[in-house]
């Protein structure tokens, strides 16, 4: 089996460079990324200064275009399709009885994974997006989770998920991520798991179990999905917990106790002599302690309800003793989710530069100074953490080297 790739939302390249990493053949035979916000496309320009351009089938280059326009049958074969499908109508970045979910303008963008799947059947699939995925959306819980399940069913696919805590595997930062592994039900991993219970895929033998070991798995429970797209979109509702998997519409999940490993500390990833640019000056040190402080503020709804809108208190400045909180697009602006460190060697309060956030997300230094610093946070906002798609990738080269 060829180990190809096709790297949907590709982003400035993170599965790419998780899988380039290993050193094992893998290529990448085409990719999309499209920002239809942006007049110029700063993460598509950057993932090419690094990697070079793909043509199609035709001999033809769209990786710059809608991927709604773009036509799959010229999508050169693959037996990996990648991608972190855009996440902002599930991010907890938007209060989640906003969140649209997979009715959003991005969370649409989901029909674009499946019309590839469906024009190219390849063997795996490997997906990315923020753990709040499975709770989507709030009027009807786990309806949009169930979809993306179902869809994988009725193309012929297995599922297993995992929501992942960077930080516990050796990352930087404590962001979570729901990945996704399907595979089709005829490939000799999916020969391999069919006798193993529910249990022993979720918490020992299955894909995402060797790519991020537990010690303990509690919660079980399982359910059938409905027959039809519509049937789920309608009346689907469950609690998904933070790791399963699907077998035949026979959908199980557990919450699972990470193995927590050594992380790597936001003090391990600060520059030296940073530019003054990015420390704070002293008259906005009071806003800044604003944001970071506890809160308890008298609102009232549009139906005359009054209630108070409260927040607790965030470390201020963040600890350099722990791994990093989860990076936001917004980062480096005043806003309470950015983060602000006392630097090691002058102890004035600075933002994160452009370098350190690279580090957090795993990524060379200097990976996207192509960019506007504006683009640079926002794109590293956005990223996913590299060093998980790493390790995943040597699990599959395992199961790879199985195959037909």
Known sequence: ????????????????????????????????????????????????HHFGDCADLNGEYHTNEDITTVGKNAIPEHTLL????????????????????????????????????????PAFCILENVGRIIQSPKGQRGRDFGLILGTFAEYGYQVEWRVVNAAQYGGAQRRK??????????????AKMHPMSAEQIISEDGFMAQAFPVVALDKFAGIQLDDTLSDISDNFTFEFQNAGCMCDRHVYTAKVQELEEPPILLGDVLEDNVDRKYYIPANMLPRWEYLKGAKKIPRTAKTGYEYF???????????????????????????RS?????????????????????????????????????????????????????????????????EP
């Open 177 to 190: 991520s729901t990945f996704i592994f399907a595979y089709r039900k005829d490939t000799a991993y999916a």
């Open 338 to 402: 950015s983060h602000v460190v006392a630097d090691p060697i002058t102890g004035g309060l600075r933002k994160l530069t452009p370098v350190e956030m690279e580090r957090l997300q795993g990524f060379d230094d200097n990976w996207t100074d192509s960019m506007s610093e504006p683009m640079r946070r926002f794109c590293m906002g956005n990223a996913l953490v590299v060093p998980m798609v790493t390790r995943m990738g040597t699990v599959l080269d395992s199961i790879i080297a199985n």
């Open 309 to 335: 809108y409260t927040e607790g208190s965030m470390a201020f400045p963040d600890l350099l003793d722990k791994p990093s909180r989860t990076l936001a697009s917004s980062e480096g602006k005043v806003d």
């Open 82 to 121: 990648v991608g972190a499908f855009p996440s902002q109508d599930y991010s907890v970045a938007q209060p989640l009885n906003t969140a649209l979910g997979i009715q959003g303008n991005k969370g649409t963008l989901w029909w674009q994974v499946r019309d590839v799947l469906v024009a190219k059947q």
């Open 1 to 48: 089996m060829q180990k190809t790739i096709c790297e949907l939302f590709a982003g400035v390249g993170g599965f790419r460079l998780g899988f380039d990493r290993l050193n094992s053949g893998w290529e990448t035979v085409w990719f999309s990324q499209y920002e239809p916000a942006h007049k110029k496309q700063w993460a598509h320009d950057c993932y090419v």
